[in-house]
């Protein structure tokens, strides 16, 4: 080969240039999701054998199970188990957010709605017209019994105007922040961005609802992370989620205390309408919603 040739062909190549062309991001880690979910169950069941111990060792093993279940439902014992379950859902969250690559408030989408307010009442009607639907359902017996709802709605009922309002806050506010920013923050944020919206919001959903270890309120908590989920990420921020959850639980509570009681199966099958009606028609609105799920 003549050095003419040589050259002409070395003109020809293109330089290496080094980064060039510039390769896709990994995809998105969800196995930090999934660890971070299974830490919470694991830290929350060692908190109630924790609990269980300390109640044997200071009552010198005079501590029974059916001690244990009036502590439970007594309610410095219930709003004490309950206000360290969040603070153990909470924590998980922020401390998992830490060590995020990107900034927490992106990890979590902690960010204000920038678009039209009416989303927060749309979350909120839409949220308590799901758990008024299922109220319906309840006294029509068309779900099964549940003794974890029975024992919140006795709990609820034995408490005084003062601790009425704490209550409101552990089992209402708490919930509304702690868990949301686990679940449609934490976990559904990274399963979306991985799996697309519709698999990441049905699979946080699903998860959300089994962490509650109870058939009906876990079924009523992953059709509430169906509802929650979607205006997530129609909205791009968790903000309407943390408000519908909380004021739906709120007025739950509420309702337990004041013993509003819905007697007829004409009421109730009215109630039950309402409320899925209701849910329904929000659902309709914040499909409406101008999207920010890119955020």
């Not at 999701?33 to 044997?56: E, H, K, P, R």
């Not at 819905?262 to 409320?275: F, T």
Request: proline share 7%; aromatic share 10%; charged share 10%.
């Amino acid at each position: 080969m003549s050095l003419e040739a040589a050259s002409a062909g070395n003109e020809s190549a293109p330089p290496v240039i080094p980064g060039w062309p510039p390769q896709p991001p990994p995809p998105p880690r969800v196995w930090t999701s999934f660890l971070a979910y299974g830490l919470v169950i694991a830290v929350q069941v060692a908190m109630i054998a924790a609990l269980v111990g300390l109640l044997v060792v200071f009552s010198k093993g005079a501590f029974g199970e059916t001690d244990m279940e009036n502590y439970l439902a007594s309610v410095p014992g219930m709003l004490f188990v309950m206000m360290m379950s969040m603070a153990i859902v909470g924590g998980t969250a922020f401390f998992a957010a830490e060590f995020s690559p990107v900034r927490k408030k992106q990890r979590l989408r902690l960010y204000p709605i920038t678009g039209p307010k009416w989303i927060f009442p749309a979350s909120c009607f839409g949220s308590l017209g799901l758990a008024l639907a299922f109220v319906g359902l309840d006294n029509l017996g068309l779900i099964p019994h549940s003794s974890t709802l029975k024992m919140l709605d006795e709990f609820v009922r034995q408490l005084t105007p003062a601790t009425l309002v704490v209550t409101i806050f552990v089992m209402g506010v708490l919930p509304g922040v702690c868990e949301e920013s686990l679940f449609r923050g934490y976990i559904q944020t990274r399963l979306v961005q991985r799996w697309g919206a519709v698999a990441g919001v049905v699979c946080t959903a699903v998860m959300f609802g089994v962490m509650h270890f109870d058939l009906v309120q876990g079924t009523f908590a992953g059709l509430l992370g169906l509802f929650i989920g979607y205006a997530v990420e129609r909205t791009g921020s968790i903000a309407p989620a943390m408000v519908g959850h909380a004021f739906s639980n709120s007025v739950m509570t509420v309702l337990s205390y004041i013993k509003l009681e819905i007697p007829g199966v004409s009421a109730n099958v009215i109630l039950l309408c309402a409320g899925l009606a209701t849910c329904a028609l929000c659902t309709l609105a914040i499909s409406k919603y101008p999207s920010r799920a890119s955020v």
